[in-house]
Structures are given as structure tokens and as C-alpha cells.
């Protein structure tokens, strides 16, 4: 039961560069989410998607582009990293259900310098 | 909109202690709640979670009702061990989409 896996789990990139992070989920959920988190603030919502080819901006979304091609993958790409993208980012999944058990991948850690 | 406050940390208790972590929260409809705990350098695993008032979520001696009437989802356990260090999430979701609102977060430190 490989659930969701992240990668790279570790990205040290130079401001300005082009960085994407992977997400594969084996579930088959229909949600897929990306979530950043910052000391002080949470997790806070970058993009969602409802399926394959739907998705849609959360609450922090400049700077980030995202697609779903494929129900079990759903990659997150900073198009000119900054360093205030610096974070640890992870991803999640759901069923569609509403209340449904919300599943996280490990997380994966961003450093821009 | 939806917003989910918590008491801040770090809270350190010893082993045994009785455990409480408030959480209060602001929604539009009808929220289901969850608490979510993060160990050190690893992912959010649920907790446990209730969808309507009145609910108990329980689980590894973790407790939370939600309480309509206070807006409230505080997370007990009657005595912590050491290995119950980590942070706590508090979260919601409303209607569809399944989109967590998170506070931010309870880092709680358990020791000899």
C-alpha cells in the first residue's frame, strides 16, 4: 500500500530557476491538494484539483502552476523560485466525499537561496 | 469565510499529565473537524475527526467533541507519553471539496 509519495523530498535550488515537485497517489482519489507550510501560519492551500484536468486555486497560489493530466498524479511547479518559497511542501489526497479522511504525503523540503 | 484558531505552544507536560489543546473555530455551513498530528520530519497522519455536533472523535487515547454551541474541538488524553510528541493540527473542512482549513498548529513536548 504505497499511498502518496513525494519527490524530490529534498530541493536546494537558486533563485530564478524552474523547480517541480511530483506527487503520485495509488488510491485513485478523486481530490488531490498542495499545501505549504511556514512556521506561524500552518498549512496553507496552494492549488486543488477535483480530477483529472480540474483544478483550481487555494489560498496562497502566485508563483506556483499546477496540472492533473492523470487521476494519480498531480505535480506542483514553481515556474522562477523565490526565496520566500522556501518550505516545506506536501501533498494530500481525499475521496469526494465530504468529511472524507484527508491523506498526506511525507512532505517534501524546498530550500531557495 | 473559514477559520480555525488554536492555543499557541509549545506545551510541556510531563508523562501522565492530562492533556488539552483548545481549538475554536469560525465556518460557514456545517464543518466536519479533525486533528491532525505531525511527528518530527514527517507528514500529517489523521488523528481523529468528527462530522457533526455532538460527535466524539477517540483515538490512541485522544478525545475531541464537537461542540456546536462553543465552536470548539478540543483534543484531551487522560495521561501523554513521551511518544506523543509532536505538533497538533486543528482543521476543518466545509461542503465539498474536502479543502482543510488549518490553525496553526500545537507543538507539544512530553517529558521523563
Known amino acids: 500500500d504505497a499511498g502518496i509519495t513525494q519527490s524530490p523530498r529534498y530541493k536546494i535550488t537558486e533563485t530564478g530557476r524552474q523547480v517541480t515537485l511530483m506527487c503520485h497517489q495509488t488510491?485513485?482519489?478523486?481530490?488531490m491538494f498542495w499545501y505549504r507550510q511556514d512556521l506561524g501560519h500552518g498549512l496553507r492551500l496552494i492549488y486543488y484539483?477535483?480530477?483529472?484536468?480540474?483544478?483550481d486555486k487555494g489560498e496562497v497560489p502566485d508563483g506556483y502552476v499546477v496540472s492533473r493530466s492523470k487521476t494519480e498524479n498531480f505535480p506542483l511547479t514553481l515556474e522562477s523560485a523565490t526565496r520566500s518559497q522556501t518550505s516545506v511542501y506536501f501533498c494530500a489526497s481525499s475521496e469526494w466525499s465530504s468529511g472524507n479522511t484527508i491523506y498526506f504525503g511525507e512532505g517534501s523540503w524546498l530550500t531557495v537561496v | 469565510g473559514n477559520s480555525v484558531t488554536q492555543m499557541e505552544g509549545p506545551v510541556t507536560l510531563s508523562e501522565e499529565a492530562f492533556l488539552t489543546i483548545n481549538c475554536t473555530y469560525t465556518?460557514?455551513?456545517?464543518?466536519?473537524l479533525f486533528w491532525y498530528v505531525q511527528y518530527p520530519g514527517e507528514g500529517l497522519q489523521l488523528l481523529l475527526k468528527a462530522t457533526k455536533a455532538d460527535d466524539k472523535g477517540s483515538n490512541k487515547g485522544f478525545e475531541a467533541t464537537y461542540r456546536k454551541e462553543t465552536t470548539s474541538f478540543h483534543l484531551e488524553k487522560g495521561s501523554v507519553q513521551v511518544s506523543d510528541s509532536a505538533v497538533y493540527f486543528c482543521?476543518?473542512?466545509?461542503?465539498?471539496?474536502?479543502?482543510?482549513?488549518f490553525g496553526t498548529g500545537t507543538q507539544l513536548k512530553v517529558e521523563l
Open positions: 488510491w485513485s482519489h478523486s481530490y
Open positions: 484539483s477535483a480530477a483529472a484536468d480540474i483544478t
Open positions: 465556518a460557514t455551513g456545517y464543518p466536519s
Open positions: 482543521a476543518l473542512t466545509t461542503g465539498g471539496g474536502n479543502k482543510l482549513t
